[in-house]
């Protein structure tokens, strides 16, 4: 089995603010890796897949990072907005099975304005 | 259609009643996931459709669950005589081949009063 754990588990900061997610997980023999949000009463959205054989990978406000060795990814949200206000899962396959995803707790985010 | 469809978004059923839930992947998705969001808890793996696949039903937590998928499209996870411990959102997931990251639908979300 895959254990999965964010830190912080919650954060609260101003507007504006630069963030830093953080994700480690025990089995480092993935595929990949996905960041998902999550808002309240709502599915999961996609924010970045990267890739085994990538370090980085960057949308808009977004980077994530990846230490496959190590067991960690970082995901970097530039310049918070109050959407940006959710919870944040990290969701590292294990095995072959590329998306069969195991999911920690996700770290809770409130973007006050 | 556009994205990953569930249905209902809300059920509500009285104890030892049976449920059906269903699912409506992106047309061309091979694999379907199903997963389960208890309330204030991270998601849990239920059962994985592949193609023509055995599915993978390591995540089925018992005998009272069951999830069928007719060749590449809908999918519907039963659960039989419910428990007030089956309340949660039930999520289902659907991926291309390989590792290409999954997409969620909106959840439905299971009350058993």
């Known amino acids: 089995k895959q254990e999965v754990t964010q830190i912080p588990a919650a954060l609260s900061v101003p507007e504006g603010e630069n963030l830093v997610l953080n994700c480690s997980f025990t089995?480092?023999?993935?595929?990949?890796l996905q960041w998902f949000r999550q808002d309240p009463g709502k599915g999961l959205t996609s924010l970045l897949l990267?890739?085994?054989?990538?370090r980085e990978q960057t949308s808009g406000r977004l980077n994530a990072s990846l230490d496959k060795s190590s067991g960690r990814s970082t995901l970097y949200i530039a310049a918070s907005q109050p959407g940006d206000s959710a919870t944040y899962l990290c969701?590292?396959?294990?095995?072959?099975?590329?998306?069969?995803?195991?999911f920690g707790s996700g770290t809770k985010l409130n973007v006050k304005p | 259609g556009a994205g990953v469809s569930q249905s209902p978004s809300n059920k509500v059923t009285e104890k030892g009643k049976d449920v059906e839930l269903r699912c409506d992947p992106i047309?061309?998705?091979?694999?379907l996931y199903w997963y389960r969001q208890r309330l204030g808890q991270g998601l849990e793996f239920l059962i994985y459709?592949?193609?023509?696949?055995?599915?993978?039903k390591s995540g089925l937590p018992s005998d009272r669950f069951s999830a069928e998928r007719t060749g590449e499209s809908v999918s519907t996870l039963t659960i039989q005589r419910t428990q007030q411990e089956d309340s949660a959102v039930y999520l289902c997931?659907?991926?291309?081949?390989?590792?290409?990251?999954?997409?969620f639908g909106q959840g439905t979300r299971l009350t058993v009063v």
């Open positions: 997931a659907s991926s291309l081949v390989g590792a290409r990251g999954a997409f």
């Open positions: 089995d480092s023999a993935i595929y990949n």
């Open positions: 990267i890739q085994s054989s990538q």
């Open positions: 969701a590292p396959p294990k095995g072959c099975n590329f998306n069969k995803f195991y």
């Open positions: 047309s061309g998705h091979t694999a």
């Open positions: 459709f592949q193609g023509n696949s055995a599915p993978d």
